[in-house]
């Protein structure tokens, strides 16, 4: 299924939006309902792997885009 991957293929991988870098997923953490990505960057980032908020993961160039506006209504 290309919407499963393993915790060890997302951390580390960059996370970007519209406007750029935010920074890279440090740790993965299980809540149940969705798992989050930390993101370390300029600022720390909890991102929920939610449809709406992940446009694509690209584990073979670890890189994970989101949509910055799906972002700012959680």
């Known amino acids: 299924d ?3 991957f393993y915790t060890f293929d997302i951390i580390g991988c960059e996370v970007f939006d519209d406007s750029g870098r935010l920074g890279t ?3 993965v953490f299980k809540t149940g309902s969705n798992d ?3 993101v370390t960057g300029d600022a720390e ?3 929920p792997a939610l ?9 073979q160039n670890k ?3 989101v949509d ?6 959680i």
């Not at 449809?51 to 584990?59: E, N, W």
């Open 2 to 4: 290309d919407d499963e």
């Open 25 to 27: 997923v440090a740790s």
């Open 36 to 38: 989050v990505f930390q």
């Open 45 to 47: 980032i909890l991102i």
């Open 51 to 59: 449809k709406s908020v992940i446009k694509k993961i690209d584990v």
């Open 63 to 65: 890189k994970i885009l």
């Open 68 to 73: 910055s506006k799906a972002l700012e209504t």
